[in-house]
């Protein structure tokens, strides 16, 4: 039912993650509450290594899609490691048991003093987004006396009309740098005193469904490989990103191994099968892992709408809210009466709080809905908005479930605050 995870199913009527019953976890911790099948996530794991097999490899899990310790620890337990966008991201990969060597930093807004952390930690590579910032870089590495080790992320601009959703890979947006102009920071890079240059890399975009993109954006980056070596810049590690889809809603995005099938062909071809990969899948990993579970208060039935108002909200799954997403809701019970149309909304003052538009659904004050594909970028985009505690999280395993986050207290909310005097 949840689609893309067989870890979360209906036994006679009864919505289960693994072998536990999702009805007995609400009760027993509450709602709005978050549950993660561990067999889920370490499933979409190995689809990525299977693609990947016999290659020399590095998965680096983009833990913005769900940084919670419980959820980092599963992926540095299994051999992955991290790409971050942030120094808090970095510590959090730490406490989780991240090794520092398999950490790679993203993002087009590295502080000095995120550089100067991650250079004493000692992380793999740094994912380069601009020329001011390689300048930066070297001037910190120097000062802290370090060589950053560094691959550029490229912006391939893969052609918006043929894949129009795709937007992080295009001309026109904040991300890498212009394809054009790589090879020319290539050799400035090289030239820098503090810096060694490792490798290259690329991330197109999220969500996407389709094969095509990623076999342009390698073509680009290859043409660049080559243009990169022959100035006799050798790149040890051609790092592909994330961005895989997941089905929220009848998506059909090609299974990591299928993609990958269909890559490594292009790779050997162009003369490059011999180079370690890297990607950073995130939502591929995670989304749909993860259910978020709510209760319902109040049934509020409207001449043009029908409202059914719970206790999850936009602070706990930001995504219908931030860019119209669609979430799967399901109730955890079966019920035999027949469905009302509602507009499933949460209790924050805003129009913009809802999680679900039109929705069929036989439900009652007091039965409990599963949000589904909440694993990704939900928690981890949670806020506090309304003074509302963060959900609790609950990760499962098999016929054993841990409490990975408590659920948090309006107490913890207002820590760090202060009367003036
Ligand atoms: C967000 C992000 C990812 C992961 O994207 P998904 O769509 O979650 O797979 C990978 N790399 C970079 C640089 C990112 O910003």
Redesign the pocket.
């Known amino acids: 039912m949840t689609p893309g995870s067989p870890h979360f199913a209906w036994r006679d009527g009864l919505l289960h993650v693994e072998q536990l019953r999702v009805a007995d976890l609400a009760r027993q911790h509450g709602t709005p509450l978050f549950l993660y099948s561990k067999a889920s996530m370490l499933a979409a794991l190995d689809a990525y290594r299977r693609g990947l097999r016999g290659r020399k490899s590095r998965i680096c899990y ?1 833990m ?2 769900n940084s919670s310790l419980g959820i980092l620890q599963v992926f540095a337990r299994a051999g992955c490691g991290f ?1 971050i ?1 942030s120094g808090g991201e970095l510590q959090r990969a730490l406490a989780a048991g991240a090794k520092p060597r398999d950490i790679i930093f ?2 087009v807004g590295k502080t000095a003093d995120e550089m100067a952390l991650a250079l004493k930690t000692g992380i793999g590579c740094f ?1 380069v987004e601009s020329e001011a910032e390689l300048d930066v870089l070297d001037g910190v590495a120097a000062a802290t006396g370090h060589i950053a080790p560094v691959s550029l ?1 490229v912006n391939p601009d893969v052609d918006a009309k043929t894949h129009p959703y795709i937007s ?1 890979g295009l001309k026109g947006n904040k ?1 890498g740098i212009a394809h054009d102009a790589a090879l020319a920071v290539y050799k400035r890079a090289a030239a820098m005193p503090h810096l060694r240059v490792v490798g290259i ?1 690329c ?1 197109i ?4 469904t389709d094969s095509a993109p990623y076999l342009d954006a390698m073509d680009r980056i290859l043409d660049l490989v080559t243009a990169v070596e022959a100035e006799g810049i050798r790149l040890q590690h051609i790092d592909f ?5 997941i089905d929220y809603k009848g998506d059909t995005p090609p299974a990591a191994d299928a993609l990958w099938a269909a890559l490594l062909p292009k790779l050997d071809a162009r003369g490059f099968g011999d180079r370690e990969i890297l990607i ?5 990993l995670v989304g749909n892992a993860g259910i978020c579970v709510t209760e319902v208060l109040y049934l509020k039935p409207g001449e043009h709408k029908n409202f059914c108002i719970v206790d999850a909200a936009m602070n706990d799954l930001p995504r219908p809210a931030m860019y119209q997403a669609f979430h799967g809701i399901e109730p955890v019970s079966q019920r035999k009466e027949t469905a009302t149309t509602y507009d499933v909304v949460g209790p924050v003052c805003e129009s913009g709080d809802w999680l679900g538009r039109d929705r069929d659904l036989a439900v009652q004050a007091g039965d409990l809905l599963a949000v589904l594909s909440a694993g ?2 939900c928690m981890s985009m949670a806020s506090n908005y309304n003074t509302r505690p963060r959900a609790a999280e609950v990760l499962v395993d098999g016929d054993q479930a841990h409490v990975i986050r408590e659920r948090e207290t309006p107490a913890d909310l207002m820590r760090g605050e202060r009367l003036a005097p």
Do not use: C, M, W
């Open positions: 983009a913005k899609a790409d966008v993203s993002g994912n992320r992080t991300f890399d991330h975009g999220s969500q996407i990103g994330g961005g895989l889809g950073e899948p995130g939502r591929s990704a970028y």
